[in-house]
């Protein structure tokens, strides 16, 4: 049974620094074939794709993100974490991950999620 | 504003057709998604390249395209596919980039 979990913060201070973390089952991040990305979805608002990674390292990142955004993996823990620099309140939103299911299959899909995770942006 | 257009709210009673498109230059050269979101919920995949179907979503579900257009039509729409619609394709710098559209909003009336 393939599940994802998101955990982290529920609330971050503007220019702090957002650290989350997303826990896998019944799939190996050592997977050559498998990728997992980070999603956010405001409140109310469309879904907003973040970062994608694969087992061999291979990233990429939001193009309009990509200087705030760190995603690494240990595949040990079965873990993805995403870290984002200088948060605002604009990044007040629910954070999900995902499952990519084929790496030779572009544009990439998402076949697994998570349940998410809100986070408020507050001071 | 998003690269993918969808009109934001389609309604339709019990039994009828729901058509939902969406539009951008990509999806001439790209593959299409659809994800069905019901609130407080995370998004389900319900069409993969274009027109397939995952296993354990419903025949009624279909996927279809043509140019820069895709449409996800639901047959027989029943109460429970009431909730949020999104495609999703790639952007228009590279085709490792995920890019959503802004979602449709279904009303089962």
């Known amino acids: 049974q393939v599940t994802l979990k998101e955990s982290g913060p529920v609330l971050v201070k503007p220019t702090e620094t957002l650290t989350l973390t997303c826990t896998v089952s019944?799939?190996?991040?050592?997977?050559?074939?498998?990728?997992v990305s980070w999603i956010r979805q405001p409140p109310g608002k469309a879904l907003e794709w973040l970062a994608h990674?694969?087992?061999?390292?291979?990233?990429s990142y939001n193009t309009s993100l990509k200087t705030r955004l760190t995603i690494s993996q240990d595949a040990s823990k079965s873990q993805v974490v995403l870290s984002m620099t200088n948060v605002d309140p604009e990044d007040t939103a629910t954070y999900f991950c995902?499952?990519?299911?084929?790496?030779?299959?572009?544009?990439?899909?998402?076949?697994?999620w998570g349940p998410g995770t809100l986070v408020t942006v507050s001071s | 504003s998003y690269e993918l257009t969808q009109p934001p709210s389609v309604s339709v009673s019990p039994g009828q057709t729901a058509t939902i498109t969406c539009s951008g230059d990509?999806?001439?050269?790209?593959?299409a998604y659809w994800y069905q979101q019901k609130p407080g919920q995370a998004p389900v995949l319900v069409i993969y390249?274009?027109?397939e179907r995952p296993s354990g979503i419903p025949e009624r579900f279909a996927g279809s395209g043509s140019g820069t257009t895709v449409t996800l039509t639901i047959s027989g729409v029943q109460a429970e596919d009431e909730a949020d619609y999104y495609c999703?394709?790639?952007?228009?710098?590279?085709?490792?980039?995920?890019?959503f559209g802004g979602g449709t909003m279904l009303t089962v009336l």
């Open positions: 995902a499952r990519i299911p084929n790496i030779a299959i572009v544009p990439y899909y998402f076949d697994y």
């Open positions: 019944g799939f190996s991040l050592s997977n050559a074939r498998l990728g």
């Open positions: 990674i694969f087992s061999n390292d291979d990233k």
């Open positions: 990509a999806l001439s050269r790209q593959y």
């Open positions: 390249k274009d027109n």
């Open positions: 999703q394709s790639a952007d228009s710098t590279s085709t490792y980039h995920v890019v």
